[in-house]
Every structure is written in C-alpha cells, then in structure tokens.
C-alpha cells in the first residue's frame, strides 16, 4: 500500500519569512495530492490540492509543487502570519474519474509562527 | 465550517463496550469515509461508503463496522473496546461524481477507560 512520508516534524519560522514542508510517497499509481490544516480541537481542513497531471498550484500566499519523477510534493507558504499556525497534513490517494480512494497521511507537521 | 457534521464530540466508555458514532455528510455528498486519528498511528484511513454501499476499506478492524444509511448519514460503530481505541474519529464526505476534495467533520473523541 501506499506510503506517506513528511517532514519536518516540527518547523519554527519568524512571522513574515516563508514556510516549506516535504512529503515523498511510494505508490506511482497515486495521482492525487492533498494538503490539510488542523488547529487544535478542529477537523482537518483542505488548504490545497495538486493532480499528478500539475506540476505546481498557487493560490495566494499557499503554493504546491509536485515532482511525479521523484516522488515527492512540498507545500510552500510565504509571508507567514500568526493564523498560520497549526498542525499541516500531506496526503496521497488515487482518484480516477469515479471519485477518491481513501487518504494516506503524513504524520503531520507542526508550524510555529514566532512573533 | 466544512457542513460535515458528527455526534457526540466527546464519548467516554468502559473497556468491552460498544459505541455507536454518526456522521451527517455536506448537503448533497454520496461518498463517506472514516479516518481514526492517535498519538500512535497519526491519521488513518478506515473505511469508505458510496451511495448507501461499502466501496473500499483500510486499516478498520474486524471489531469496527459502518453502514450509510439511505438518507446517506453514517454510522460506525465500535465494539469490545479497548484502550488503544481511544482516539479522534474523523467522517469526511466528497460529492464523488468527478470530485475529488475530501471535506472534514469536527470529529468524535473517544475515550475509553
């Protein structure tokens, strides 16, 4: 089965720099790549998503990559704010035109924004 | 607020019991899916349901079941619990047709003693 690995664990950023998280997955079928963000006490929320057919994806100040060749996904987020801070979440799945596969999850990624 | 909804949010319970968590898809969603989320084992994957049928299972144990329910809620219920069952219990729910984003419930967190 497929996968997910994340890191880093934990990322301490200063308020206004830019914030990057990796993922790597194992399955090459997996074509479908979701980031989560979950605060304290709340549900994951759906933050960005790429398709294995996009190479990368912007939306505001959230960016993600993907690099189908190595395997690997990252989410990018510049000028950090203090409402950035949470626990991220990538995941992998397959998704053909039928709808998505149950999410594999990374162990998640703790973002501090220091003021 | 994702419009997924699930209750109770919080489920205390002895080892051995059963418990029974129900989830309220998006307005207009077929699909549901169960994820479990520990300290241990981080956010996994249970089980997924598709217009009333089971369509794909993950990491659920034999103790664990779920049905969707011709209104499509859904219902998983857990028996002979134990302590490593305590956990976040996460629904989510996708339109399916020709969608792919996975919309999350405030969860259920069970706790068993």
């Known amino acids: 089965g497929e996968n997910v690995e994340q890191h880093p664990s934990t990322l301490s950023v200063q308020e206004g720099d830019s914030a990057v998280i990796k993922c790597t997955y194992s399955d090459s079928a997996s074509n479908y790549f979701p980031w989560y963000k979950q605060e304290l006490g709340k549900g994951p929320q759906l933050i960005i998503d790429?398709?294995?057919?996009?190479g990368e994806k912007k939306d505001q100040r959230i960016a993600v990559t993907l690099n189908k060749t190595a395997k690997h996904f990252s989410l990018h987020i510049t000028e950090t704010q203090p409402e950035d801070s949470a626990v991220y979440f990538c995941?992998?799945?397959?998704?053909?035109?039928?709808?998505?596969?149950?999410?594999?999850f990374g162990k998640g990624t703790h973002l501090i924004i220091q003021p | 607020d994702s419009g997924v909804t699930q209750t109770p949010k919080h489920l205390i319970t002895a080892t051995g019991q059963r418990v029974t968590l129900r989830c309220s898809p998006r307005?207009?969603?077929?699909?549901v899916y169960w994820y479990q989320q520990s300290l241990d084992q981080g956010l996994q994957f249970l089980i997924q349901?598709?217009?009333?049928?089971?369509?794909a299972k993950g990491n659920i144990l034999e103790r664990f079941s779920a049905q969707q329910f011709p209104d499509l809620h859904s219902e998983l219920n857990l028996s002979s619990l134990e302590l490593g069952d305590s956990a976040l219990y996460f629904c989510a729910s996708s339109p399916w047709t020709g969608e792919r984003e996975q919309y999350f419930g405030p969860g259920t967190r069970l706790t068993v003693t």
């Open positions: 995941a992998a799945s397959f998704y053909s035109g039928g709808g998505a596969d149950g999410l594999t």
């Open positions: 307005s207009g969603d077929l699909s």
């Open positions: 349901y598709y217009n009333g049928e089971e369509r």
């Open positions: 790429i398709r294995s057919n996009v």
